[in-house]
T-cell receptor, first 115, second 114 residues
């Protein structure tokens, strides 16, 4: 089965600093999803990447998919306290035989932004 | 903005009791899911549902679990005889179609089994 490892596990940055979170898969990545979760709350959809080399941005968050490295990265520019939370990557099974919408999630990265 | 809603937000039940967790997916979505997250662990897939049938289920989703779409708006997860290890946050999600589409998650129901 596919395993997703995220690094770092936790991150504390000062407001205004840039940061990167990585998601590495044990198998080929097809669809890769990024979500944000506040402690004890639901998952908020951020972005979905489907093709190797694809890059998407929303406000100050940019995500990239490196198919060859079986890795995706999430980059936040000029972090703000509102960026604090747990970032989760998830992978679907499209591209595998049989496909499927089931998402397998990573271990999560907890981000704290200090003033 | 349309969103997935879930009720109740928190459910406490005794071991062996039946619980029903409720979800209202986004209205034009056709695929529905349940995931769970045990405290401190990963979010895990339980089941996907389309056209009144289970599309896929995980090994967690055994005979104690069932899902239903009782009407045009609700989607439910039933646990027949709860165990201590069922204590978790349960998330409902929905997506527009079958394929690589965004899955939108609800706020979750925290189930505590005592």
């Amino acid at each position: 089965s596919q395993e997703l490892e995220q690094s770092p596990q936790s991150l504390i940055v000062q407001e205004g600093k840039n940061l990167t979170i990585n998601c590495t898969s044990s198998k080929t990545l097809y669809g890769l999803y990024w979500y944000k979760q506040k402690y004890g709350e639901g998952l908020i959809f951020l972005m979905m990447l489907q093709k190797g080399g694809e890059e998407k941005s929303h406000e100050k968050i940019t995500a990239k998919l490196d198919e060859k490295k079986q890795q995706s990265s999430l980059h936040i520019t000029a972090s703000q306290p509102s960026h604090a939370g747990i970032y989760l990557c998830g992978a679907d099974k499209w591209g595998l035989t049989g496909g499927g919408n089931k998402l397998t999630f990573g271990t999560g990265t907890q981000l704290k932004v200090e003033l | 903005e349309p969103e997935v809603t879930q009720t109740p937000s928190h459910q406490v039940t005794q071991m062996g009791q039946e619980v029903i967790l409720r979800c209202v997916p986004i209205s034009n979505h056709l695929y529905f899911y349940w995931y769970r997250q045990i405290l401190g662990q990963k979010v895990e897939f339980l089941v996907s549902f389309y056209n009144n049938e289970i599309s896929e289920k995980s090994e967690i989703f055994d005979d104690q679990f069932s899902v239903e779409r009782p009407d045009g708006s609700n989607f439910t997860l039933k646990i027949r005889s709860t165990k201590l290890e069922d204590s978790a946050m349960y998330f409902c999600a929905s997506s527009e179609a079958w394929g690589p589409y965004e899955q939108y998650f609800g706020p979750g129901t925290r189930l505590t089994v005592t």
